[in-house]
């Protein structure tokens, strides 16, 4: 099975810190790449998707380098309202099969 | 924007019994609806394509006769754990394309509990 890796953290942060997620996969075929938001005990929310040409989307910028088959996520100006589990996800998906692969996530703590 | 309901949002049991897990598309119709289990601290693991009107698909390692999956209209896709075991307690979600640019909406999940 193809497999999507993330930083393991947890990762504890400062109110206002900037804080970087990495995220590889290995399915050179995947077409779409997205990050959620999994807070405890709820489901997985779409945090935003991510493009070749990166996107931002207020605090939040997403990367994609799609030889490397990597993808980030950096959170600037961190709020305590930001500590969640950040789960990189990887749509191979194609004509008559389906292929979403999450990743275990990343834990983020952002401490007052 | 789209939502899928999902209920029961928990439920604990005796072993040996069936639970049944709800997910209804509210305003959009889910052609194809998605279930996976999630253990503590683990990623999201599909367990099964339910298509309406036809049998599901399971992922290698899913017992079908256990994880029974009944998806008879495009609104409505049922997960039902028979003969449950405390080795099932596990988060459930339901999960639905909308067909919109970026469509996989989530349920809310359903936390088993296995006694």
Known sequence: RKEVEQDPGPFNVPEGATVAFNCT???SASQSFFWYRQDCRKE???LMSVYSSGN???RFTAQLNRASQYISLLIRDSKLSDSATYLCVVDASGAGSYQLTFGKGTKLSVIP | GAVVSQHPSRVICKSGTSVKIECRSL???????????QFPKQSLMLMATSNEGSKATYEQGVEKDKFLINHASLTLSTLTVTSAHPEDSSFYICSAQTGETYGYTFGSGTRLTVV
């Open chain 1, 56 to 58: 931002e989307d207020g």
């Open chain 1, 44 to 46: 997985p929310k779409l």
């Open chain 2, 27 to 37: 305003d959009f119709q889910a052609t194809t609806m998605f279930w996976y289990r």
């Open chain 1, 25 to 27: 996969y290995s399915n």
